[in-house]
């Protein structure tokens, strides 16, 4: 079993900086794409970031220039760094993740999600 724990979500004025972590554990052989969804109450999920596990990034239009991802493939963990947050940021964050289990089972893994608001 292999499980995904975020954390780093609160509560932040507009124009400040948040930092989400999320690390993978359990067993499992390797892992592919690393990404950050977000869901705002009433709205889609929606596809924040992704990054590959040689590094490639990815990032929707809407946070692209203030947020960044990354990732450390030794401790299993991706990084979203947020600066100039804007209460359109407000939403739950989830991690996801693509994970070889063995050689033949592959699955698609999501965190429990971590608030984060951005107060006006």
């Known amino acids: 079993q292999v499980q995904l724990v975020e954390s780093g979500g609160g509560l932040v004025q507009a124009g400040d900086s948040l930092t989400l972590s999320c690390a993978a554990s359990?067993?499992?052989?390797?892992?592919?794409?690393m990404a950050w969804h977000r869901q705002a109450p009433g709205k889609q999920r929606e596809l924040v970031a992704t990054?590959?596990?040689?590094?490639?990034?990815m990032y929707s239009d809407s946070v692209k220039g203030r947020f960044t991802i990354s990732r450390d493939n030794a401790k299993n963990t991706v990084i979203l760094q947020m600066n100039s947050l804007k209460p359109e940021d407000t939403a739950v964050y989830y991690c996801?993740?693509?994970?070889?289990?063995?050689?033949?089972?592959?699955?698609?893994?999501w965190g429990q999600g971590t608030q984060v608001t951005v107060s006006s």
């Open positions: 990054i590959t596990s040689s590094g490639s990034r």
């Open positions: 359990g067993n499992f052989l390797s892992i592919t794409n």
């Open positions: 996801n993740a693509g994970v070889w289990l063995t050689v033949r089972f592959f699955y698609d893994y």
